[in-house]
Nanobody, 112 residues
Framework: VQLVESGGGLVQPGGSLRLSCAASGFAFRDYYMSWVRQAPGKGLEWVSEINSGGGSTYYADSVKDRFTASRDNAKNTLYLQMNSQKPEDTALYCC??????WGKGNQDTVSS
């Protein structure tokens, strides 16, 4: 089983990035998927969840109306579009499957 995140980097406040999470080794299309983040010196924060079919999404209040989760089950890939980013969005972003699989994460830094 592998979950590999990509697409992070350095972005200015107000900017956008899209994270990807490539899944392999399990039936991706059967599982809810989540994004979780950890800011420097802080604990884990749940960001978003998407159901197995991609038709339902859920967000933390801190990212609602700015972030959008989506998935392509044909490509076994999860996405997180992050718009209007704020410095407090700076964190290591990890994807996770509802079965308990986790990726290692990808860094997103929002700074001018």
């Amino acid at each position: 089983v592998q979950l590999v995140e990509s697409g992070g980097g350095l972005v200015q406040p107000g900017g956008s990035l899209r994270l990807s999470c490539a899944a392999s080794g399990f039936a991706f299309r059967d599982y809810y998927m989540s994004w979780v983040r950890q800011a420097p010196g802080k604990g884990l924060e749940w960001v978003s969840e998407i159901n197995s079919g991609g038709g339902s999404t859920y967000y933390a209040d801190s990212v609602k109306d700015r972030f959008t989760a989506s998935r392509d089950n044909a490509k076994n890939t999860l996405y997180l579009q992050m718009n209007s980013q704020k410095p407090e969005d700076t964190a290591l972003y990890c994807c996770a499957a509802s079965r308990g699989y986790w990726g290692k994460g990808n860094q997103d830094t929002v700074s001018s």
